[in-house]
Structure formats: structure tokens, C-alpha cells
């Protein structure tokens, strides 16, 4: 079973957020996709993080699909559940930690995730190389830890398809070692100096 964390990576995640958000003032749909998002910490770090930059009337408007491959079919009640452990939940600033979890019991070390946040995702299980995404005109797409284990030529492919499910000016978001491959830069503009987050040019 993959293994992360909350806020695990945090700077893509807030620069995704801060280059999505001008984007959708007053839509009264937002769609996120998080791919490969293994037991949710990631998502649901998004999820928070559109919270306190949103608030909660256009918060509302949000809707992110996790996706996964999930080999051990156990993602799917993780996130449903919304139900981490200490270790988890380690990294969360205090003041949103106790703001966005209630311990599930007195007698564990086991922590739910509010409603508020837990009813934004939805989970697919999901293989990024059928080249099938989960859904279209997406305002942002992130998938970080994932890119680095395809081949080059499928990595192309499969961030062809992301250029594909996002809505006008969409922005795509993936971890700092990777880079968009030579042959499709011309499908994005890059956003940021220092990160990979960028916008969808429309070909």
C-alpha cells in the first residue's frame, strides 16, 4: 500500500491553488481531479487548502475525483471514511488540524475528517495508461508521484490526456522533479519560476 501523508508537498499544492483561483471566480462548478491519489492525504490537503483561500460560499462549488490504480482495493473506504492516524496527520499546522478533524474515539489514535471536507471527494479506482480520464473540463488536474514511474513515451501520452481534460485555462500541477517533455511544451504555459505548475494553452 502506497504510504503518504498531509500535507506532504505542500508548495504544489498552494501554487496550484493560488494559479486556480482566478480562474473560477464566480463559476458555480469548480472540478478538481487528483491523480494518483493513494489513501486521500493529498486530496484532502487540497481540499483544506481551498477552504481557508476560498471560503465557505464558493467552497461549496468544489468538487475534486481521486483517482487511483489501487491494487489493494482499500483506497476507496480510506477516503470514504475519512478516518487517519496520528502519523498522518503529523505535519498539519495545529490550528487547522483542530479545526478540520475530531477524534473518533477516546481510546484510539484516530482522527475523522470533517464533513465539510470529506463530501468534496469522490473516489475512482482509475489506471492513467488506459488514457481514459475520469471526466472532462477539469479547472485543475495535480498528479504528483506518479508521472515518475511511466517510461517516457507514456508519460507523454498520459499528460497529452490531462492537456485534454481541462477546461480553458485550466492548470496542471505535478512534483518538482518533473518536467514536461520536450515534444508537448508547446501545450502548456508555464506559470511559475519555480515549480511545475502550469496552464493549459488551447491548440
Known sequence: MAFTFFFRDINTLENGVKQLLPNV????????????????????????????????????????????IDGSNLFDKII??????????????????????????SDEDKYKI???????????????????????????????NVLLHFNYEERIEVIKMFHNSLDTNGVFATEQT????????????RLIPNGQVFKKVNV
Open 80 to 105: 470514504s471514511d475519512g478516518v487517519y492516524s496520528q502519523t498522518e496527520l503529523g505535519r498539519i499546522p495545529k490550528e487547522l488540524f483542530e479545526k478540520y478533524f475530531t477524534k473518533v474515539n
Open 178 to 189: 518533473q518536467k514536461i517533455p520536450q515534444e508537448i511544451e508547446h501545450l502548456f504555459e
Open 25 to 68: 471566480v464566480g463559476k458555480s462548478k469548480i472540478k478538481i481531479w487528483d491523480a494518483g491519489c493513494a489513501m486521500g492525504p493529498e486530496p484532502y490537503s487540497l481540499a483544506i487548502i481551498l477552504a481557508e483561500q476560498m471560503g465557505k460560499f464558493a467552497f461549496k462549488n468544489v468538487s475534486i475525483t481521486a483517482s487511483d
Open 114 to 144: 470533517v464533513d465539510e471536507i470529506r463530501l468534496k471527494l469522490k473516489f475512482v479506482k482509475h489506471d492513467l495508461l488506459t488514457l481514459k480520464p475520469v471526466d472532462s473540463n477539469f479547472n485543475l488536474i495535480i498528479c504528483k
